[in-house]
């Protein structure tokens, strides 16, 4: 079946430093779309990606497309306080009425 | 603009007792989705709607899992009879074709 892995479970750093989440997709994704939700919040949409090899900032955020459309991921520099919480993939797949296959989810803890 | 409204935000319950949820959508949103989320199973997509027709309830658990969707503003999640495996978060999400979903507050559920 159609399935979004998404590693790793949990990362917890030093403020300051960076972080990366991946996602990886047995089959051809139409799009990718990461969100990211805070402790007791919901999940808050932060990027859509479509085309092969897509790249795209948001501050100190990088997304990236793979060349296949099978895997996404989320690259956070010096990394702040503000950003703990669970970051999550989600793809899409064909035709769907919209509905996101959700990877397991990121969760990541900054130490200041 | 209002954005996707649940209620009630928490429900605590008695074992047995019929537990009944509801999302009011974006206006204009065509695609409904119905959301678990726990520790141990992360984010379950239970069931989704397209212009009020339920198009795939193969993530809802059991039988005693219902979902309506009466009109495009309106959708109600039921469970009856509820048991403590129950207790979850319930998001529920909506979206314009394939474009990025927006979540509810969700309802914090705890089934005693």
């Known amino acids: 079946g159609q399935q979004v892995m998404q590693i790793p479970q949990y990362q917890h750093v030093q403020e300051g430093e960076d972080f990366t989440t991946y996602c990886n997709s047995s089959?051809?994704?139409?799009?990718i779309q990461w969100y990211k939700q805070r402790p007791g919040g919901h999940p808050v949409f932060l990027i859509q990606l479509v085309k092969s090899g897509e790249v795209k900032k948001q501050k100190r955020l990088t997304f990236q497309f793979g060349e296949a459309k099978k895997n996404s991921s989320l690259h956070i520099t010096a990394t702040q306080t503000t950003d703990v919480g669970t970051y999550f993939c989600a793809g899409l797949y064909g035709t769907s009425y919209g509905k996101l296959t959700f990877g397991q989810g990121t969760i990541l803890t900054v130490h200041p | 603009d209002a954005g996707v409204i649940q209620s009630p935000r928490h429900e605590v319950t008695e074992m047995g007792q019929e537990v009944t949820l509801r999302c009011k959508p974006i206006s204009g949103h065509n695609s409904l989705f119905w959301y678990r989320q726990t520790m141990m199973r992360g984010l379950e997509l239970l069931i989704y709607?397209?212009?009020?027709?339920?198009?795939?309830d193969s993530g809802m658990p059991e039988d005693r899992f219902s979902a309506k969707m009466p009109n495009a503003s309106f959708s109600t999640l039921k469970i009856q009879p509820s048991e403590p495996r129950d207790s979850a978060v319930y998001f529920c999400a909506s979206s314009l074709d394939y474009q990025p979903q927006h979540f509810g507050d969700g309802t914090r559920l705890s089934i005693l």
């Open positions: 709607f397209n212009n009020n027709v339920p198009i795939d």
């Open positions: 089959t051809t994704l139409s799009n």
